[in-house]
């Protein structure tokens, strides 16, 4: 069985924190290294070892890595909270996110639930259910393909 790594470089204690709840609650290690830590560590075989073999150098922001790991974006990253101009900046809920997930696959595949069901790698009785819960309509998308 594979289990995830998500390794962070900051020196920033809040990020940290963020890091680390972000990582439990989603079942993976979390691995936190300073950006002397990590530099240092490059050098050091049983450090490259330790944190998967094939280690890039350290980047500065988002910029994109070649080689040696799936990079991800944390979410807020980019400093300070993002906000959400469509929701007032409030946090949205789990279910205002899946409605919208649910609502961007129906449209995306045109009303056609079981492709779109595939899309979100749910079941097809799942998501008429969750239509359901939701009050969607997927024949507004399939009127808009129409149009």
Sequence with gaps: MVRSTLILVSSDPTEVERFRNFA???GVTAQVYTPAEWAQGLNDPE???KVGGNVPSLTVGTAPIDEG???????GAGGGHQQDTATGGKVRTINELESIAIENAIHEYNGNLTEAAKALGIGRATLYRKVKQYNIDPSAARKKRAA
Excluded at 69 to 75: N, V, W, Y
Aim: net charge positive.
């Design 47 to 49: 450090f490259r070892k």
């Design 24 to 26: 439990q609650g989603h």
């Design 69 to 75: 790991a799936k990079i991800l974006p944390f979410p």
